[in-house]
């Protein structure tokens, strides 16, 4: 049974504002990577999953419970980390993980405090209101672990904090997904997301585009390579073989081409008869990949 | 229902203005019965001993500056203050979010701030209750005790009322702009029409205002009095109370928190 839930979830807020029809499910021990840029929908599908507001149709589940109206169960088991992290004025960062506990049930706060000893917050006990970005984040993300939750739900962790603790909180992340915790990781980081997810979804104007698993893009069947000649007008001789090329540059005397696994045998037989000065792999990253969606934007948004 | 770790944390955020108000009140209380005392037994002045009459200072004039004017003036910066920062102001600034986001009710939270707002009114007069009857007691002032605790209860209940509406805009709105719009402008416009009623010996259309306004079903003349119209003006009091605090409960259940 899938862990989170997001059935056909509609919300219109107007003026393409909102999602609309927005499906996903994350499986027990499924790190699910939510990508789009600021406006795209990310923080209102988030919303419902913790059952602050009611869809106008569709539904969000989760451990197969709907949300709406049910909140206080289903948040039971979910460490939420919101984009925006705000916190009740007069109070230390002590005092609110020390609430915070009090209301989740949480027997000690050992959690938290190994979370704050890992991304090495030592002043706690400050106010909050006179902390930094990043201390108020590493605040909300000690506040997210406190109870131990089997369920993650971050919407840009990270933000706020230096690359170096970026790192160190993907670590953590990592360690969590290890435990077989399910997490929904809202970004828009790509290494991030690439690091840690085994699934993406991509979304733009409050609609998924696209969904993939990280394989298919870290290990994908298909392999582009660039090959640099090293002869004048070997790019227009090589032009007329039967490959698959992805570009073709004469100018520069050099070619993409791309094959699969199973051809490459065949792309170096056929390469041995030219003068070449290099052939590399040209890797597809979650960045060309998120590119292809969003590069369409400016002229008239249409995917 | 009840969040005990949100009551805790509602008290120890709002406590320090319910101090405040409250000393203000019992000082003030206690000042103007003492010097009520002093002018009504000083011979040089006219005062009769009990008589209450002395230099032309009537006990029941000063109850009722002190309950129409003091209390309710202070009492409704109370009021105003802590019921927008219960709800709406937790839902502006985004703090609410820790919250909502554990396991706890919707109804949990409204409940427990309710309870809060209209317990530390009821705590505050009980208060000035408590010392206004010390000071009556140790000065033998002639103030018939059962009217002085029905004033107490009426001031308690009018205060029902206007929290109630606070709570129920601090319950509607997501942003303190508006709650404090509809929370702190409905009490200052019935404070406003009460006064304006108070003309009317000068012009007769001016008695309309009373109609506009809660304020004057909290009269200290007719409770001194043991009025009968005292039943149902109770009762109004405490039925536009108890309706805004429960539609509030009801309305922030349903609502959309964009936390």
Same mark, same amino acid.
């Given at each position: 049974?899938?862990?989170?839930?997001v059935?056909?979830?509609?919300?219109?807020?107007g003026d393409?504002r909102g999602?609309f029809?927005?499906?996903?499910?994350?499986?027990?021990?499924?790190v699910?990577?939510f990508?789009?840029?600021n406006?795209?929908?990310?923080?209102?599908?988030?919303r419902h999953?913790?059952?602050?507001?009611?869809p106008d149709?569709?539904?969000?589940?989760?451990?197969g419970?709907?949300?709406w109206g049910?909140a206080?169960n289903?948040?039971?088991?979910?460490?939420y980390?919101p984009?925006?992290?705000?916190?009740?004025?007069?109070?230390?960062g002590?005092?609110?993980?020390?609430?915070?506990?009090?209301?989740?049930?949480a027997?000690?706060?050992d959690?938290?405090k190994?979370?704050?000893?890992?991304?090495?917050?030592?002043n706690?006990?400050?106010?909050?209101?006179r902390?930094?970005?990043?201390?108020?984040?590493?605040?909300?993300?000690?506040?997210?672990?406190?109870h131990?939750?089997?369920?993650?739900i971050?919407d840009e962790?990270?933000?706020g904090?230096?690359?170096?603790m970026q790192?160190?909180?993907?670590?953590?992340?990592r360690?969590?997904?290890?435990e077989g915790k399910t997490?929904l990781?809202?970004?828009?980081?790509?290494?991030e997301?690439?690091?840690?997810?085994?699934r993406v979804?991509?979304i733009?104007?409050?609609e998924?585009?696209t969904?993939?698993?990280?394989?298919?893009?870290?290990?994908?069947?298909?392999?582009t390579?660039?090959?640099?000649?090293?002869?004048?007008g070997?790019?227009?001789?090589?032009?007329?073989?039967?490959?698959?090329?992805?570009?073709?540059?004469?100018?520069?005397n050099?070619?993409r081409?791309?094959?699969?696994?199973a051809?490459?045998?065949?792309l170096?037989?056929t390469?041995?008869a030219?003068e070449?000065?290099?052939?590399?792999?040209?890797?597809?990253?979650l960045?060309?990949?998120?590119m292809?969606?969003y590069s369409?934007q400016?002229s008239g948004?249409?995917? | 229902?009840f969040?005990?770790?949100?009551?805790?944390?509602t008290?120890k955020?709002n406590?320090?203005?319910?101090?405040g108000i409250?000393?203000?009140?019992t000082v003030?209380?206690?000042l103007?019965l003492v010097m009520?005392n002093?002018?009504i037994?000083n011979?040089d002045?006219?005062?009769r001993?009990n008589?209450?009459?002395?230099?032309?200072?009537?006990?029941?004039?000063?109850?009722e500056?002190f309950?129409?004017?003091?209390a309710?003036?202070l009492g409704?910066i109370?009021v105003?203050i802590?019921?927008?920062?219960?709800?709406?102001?937790q839902i502006?600034?985004?703090?609410?979010?820790?919250l909502m986001?554990r396991?706890v009710?919707?109804?949990?939270?409204?409940v427990t701030?309710?309870?809060?707002l209209f317990g530390?009114?009821?705590?505050?007069?009980?208060v000035v209750?408590?010392?206004?009857?010390?000071?009556?007691g140790?000065?033998?002032?002639?103030?018939?005790i059962?009217g002085?605790?029905l004033?107490?209860l009426g001031? &308690? /209940? =009018? $205060?029902l009322?206007?929290?109630?509406?606070? %709570?129920?805009a601090s319950c509607l !709105?997501?942003v303190?702009? +508006?709650?404090?719009?509809?929370?702190?402008g409905?009490? &200052? /416009? =019935? $404070?406003l029409?009460?006064?304006?009623?108070g %003309?009317?010996?000068?012009?007769? !259309?001016m008695?309309?205002? +009373?109609?506009l306004?809660l304020?004057?079903?909290?009269s200290v003349?007719d409770i001194?009095a043991y009025?009968?119209?005292?039943?149902?003006q109770?009762?109004?009091?405490?039925?536009v109370?108890?309706g805004?605090?429960?539609?509030g409960?009801?309305?922030f259940k349903k609502k959309?928190l964009?936390l």
């Amino acid at each position: 049974m899938s862990v989170i839930q997001v059935e056909n979830l509609t919300k219109d807020y107007g003026d393409r504002r909102g999602v609309f029809g927005v499906s996903f499910e994350i499986n027990q021990g499924e790190v699910f990577g939510f990508l789009g840029p600021n406006g795209a929908g990310k923080t209102t599908t988030i919303r419902h999953i913790l059952g602050f507001i009611k869809p106008d149709s569709g539904k969000t589940y989760v451990n197969g419970i709907e949300t709406w109206g049910n909140a206080h169960n289903t948040n039971r088991d979910i460490g939420y980390i919101p984009g925006e992290i705000a916190f009740p004025e007069k109070m230390t960062g002590m005092d609110i993980i020390k609430w915070l506990g009090e209301l989740s049930g949480a027997k000690n706060l050992d959690k938290a405090k190994e979370v704050l000893d890992l991304l090495q917050l030592k002043n706690a006990a400050a106010n909050v209101k006179r902390m930094s970005k990043g201390m108020k984040q590493k605040i909300g993300i000690a506040c997210a672990f406190l109870h131990d939750p089997k369920i993650l739900i971050l919407d840009e962790p990270s933000s706020g904090l230096d690359p170096l603790m970026q790192d160190t909180f993907t670590e953590l992340l990592r360690r969590q997904k290890a435990e077989g915790k399910t997490i929904l990781l809202s970004s828009h980081i790509f290494s991030e997301v690439e690091k840690t997810c085994d699934r993406v979804a991509i979304i733009k104007q409050g609609e998924i585009v696209t969904s993939f698993h990280m394989d298919e893009i870290k290990r994908p069947k298909f392999k582009t390579f660039k090959v640099k000649f090293s002869k004048d007008g070997e790019s227009r001789r090589i032009a007329n073989e039967k490959l698959n090329f992805a570009e073709i540059n004469h100018e520069k005397n050099r070619v993409r081409i791309t094959v699969l696994d199973a051809q490459i045998k065949g792309l170096l037989k056929t390469l041995s008869a030219y003068e070449i000065e290099y052939l590399s792999e040209t890797k597809l990253t979650l960045e060309q990949h998120f590119m292809k969606f969003y590069s369409t934007q400016s002229s008239g948004g249409a995917v | 229902m009840f969040s005990k770790p949100l009551f805790k944390k509602t008290i120890k955020d709002n406590y320090k203005l319910w101090l405040g108000i409250t000393a203000a009140l019992t000082v003030m209380l206690v000042l103007l019965l003492v010097m009520t005392n002093s002018v009504i037994n000083n011979p040089d002045i006219g005062g009769r001993p009990n008589g209450g009459g002395g230099g032309g200072m009537s006990i029941n004039l000063v109850l009722e500056q002190f309950y129409t004017m003091f209390a309710m003036l202070l009492g409704m910066i109370y009021v105003i203050i802590t019921a927008n920062k219960l709800i709406a102001a937790q839902i502006d600034n985004g703090s609410m979010a820790v919250l909502m986001s554990r396991p706890v009710k919707r109804n949990q939270v409204s409940v427990t701030q309710a309870v809060y707002l209209f317990g530390s009114i009821a705590a505050m007069f009980s208060v000035v209750m408590g010392v206004g009857l010390a000071v009556i007691g140790a000065t033998g002032l002639n103030i018939a005790i059962g009217g002085f605790m029905l004033l107490n209860l009426g001031i &308690v /209940l =009018f $205060f029902l009322s206007i929290s109630g509406i606070s %709570f129920l805009a601090s319950c509607l !709105f997501n942003v303190s702009s +508006k709650s404090l719009l509809m929370g702190a402008g409905i009490p &200052v /416009l =019935f $404070f406003l029409f009460n006064m304006l009623a108070g %003309f009317s010996g000068m012009a007769e !259309f001016m008695e309309l205002f +009373k109609y506009l306004s809660l304020n004057t079903l909290f009269s200290v003349s007719d409770i001194m009095a043991y009025s009968t119209n005292l039943i149902w003006q109770f009762i109004i009091l405490f039925a536009v109370g108890a309706g805004c605090y429960t539609a509030g409960i009801w309305y922030f259940k349903k609502k959309d928190l964009p936390l």
